[in-house]
């Protein structure tokens, strides 16, 4: 594909992008696109067992890759960001299977789906969360 | 085509029920700024895009918006759980109880149920991208109002959150302007 000039001169610069957990709660991983409001302070978010930390951390590299995708869709020659969206997506898949081998499936997917009874009627998100 | 995920596009933790809350917070569901409009306009918006740039864009970003329904909605499930007809009595909710009772209906703060007259499509990629623009200044400018009205920091968490995505969403539909405009 043909890039325009606009997107070739325009890469993001060194170390602009935020911390995996930061840039998750903060939602965006630019550090020079980040606007805080007022003097609200991002804060950590509760988490009080082992299937929910797994399933933050499923949900913050599915965050960071899909932010990372955003920016890559305007600037895809942008090599630094597309190693950290690679490095991302290889996490969120190898916290997928952990978390679909330990407790529930999260698409259809999942090998947990292959044996009676049928698995996928549970786990709904506000089952997790509230 | 979509697939179903079966997780939150960030957790939802509130323990609090505030019926005015969920009343308000509906208006980023089915309101004229809301994000089941934003889904529709992007998503509507791409099919029509002159190239690939903007057919992924618009997607992608559409894609992302249907996250922030479900957002909402698990919200407003956890705003309003357990409720009574006496507890929406008393928060002056008697209208709403009438129609839906416990149920989640698209409409803006003040009862106006969603309509696609929210949404806009008219042919021209730079208007078309304007009005995306905008939708997301106005999206996130409703999302401070929001945090305004909001002490609950679980609430809280989770509007920062979803006030920030317009921030990123604007930079990129900016982005997008300039490629179409240097073409
Ligand atoms: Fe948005």
């Known amino acids: 594909m043909n890039h325009i000039n606009y997107f070739k001169n325009y890469l993001v610069k060194d170390n602009n992008l935020t911390s995996d957990n930061l840039g998750f709660l903060r939602g965006n991983m630019f550090e020079d696109l980040y606007k805080p409001y007022k003097n609200y302070q991002i804060k950590e978010v509760t988490i009080t067992n082992e299937k929910d930390k797994l399933l933050y951390e499923i949900s913050m590299y599915a965050f960071i890759m899909n932010d ?15 190693e950290k969206f690679v490095e991302a997506k290889m996490r969120y898949c190898n916290l ?6 330990k407790y529930n499936a999260l698409t259809l997917t999942s090998d947990s789906l292959n044996t009676t009874p049928w698995k996928w009627l549970n786990n709904w998100p506000n089952g997790v969360y509230n | 085509m979509w697939m ?6 960030f957790p939802i ?4 029920r505030d019926l005015k809350l969920a009343k308000v917070i509906m208006s980023q ?14 998503l509507n918006q791409s099919y029509t895009m002159p190239d690939d740039y903007g057919k992924t864009l618009l997607k992608d970003i559409g894609t992302e918006e249907l996250s922030h329904v479900e957002m909402l909605c ?21 209208d709403y109880y009438t129609e839906h009772g416990i149920d989640l209906y698209p409409q803006n703060a003040s009862g106006l149920p969603f309509t696609t007259a929210y949404i806009s499509s008219v042919g021209d990629v730079f208007a078309n991208i304007h009005e995306d623009m905008a939708a997301e200044e106005k999206a996130r400018a409703v999302y401070e109002n929001l945090i305004d009205l909001t002490t609950d920091p ?5 509007l920062l959150f979803l006030r920030q995505r317009e921030i990123v969403h604007y930079a990129r539909f900016k982005e997008l302007l300039e490629h179409y405009k240097n073409k």
């Open chain 1, 96 to 101: 997928v299977n952990e978390y679909e081998k």
């Open chain 2, 74 to 94: 698990e919200m407003m499930v956890a705003l309003t759980k357990g409720a009574t007809y006496e507890d929406f009595k008393e928060a002056g909710m008697e």
């Open chain 2, 4 to 9: 179903y995920e079966k997780r939150l596009a």
């Open chain 2, 29 to 42: 569901y089915g309101g004229p700024q809301g994000e089941l409009g934003a889904a529709l306009r992007y």
């Open chain 2, 13 to 16: 933790n509130i323990k609090k």
């Open chain 2, 154 to 158: 679980e609430v809280l968490k989770p």
């Open chain 1, 68 to 82: 990372l995708a955003l920016y890559l869709d305007t600037h895809p020659n942008d090599a630094n960001v597309l």
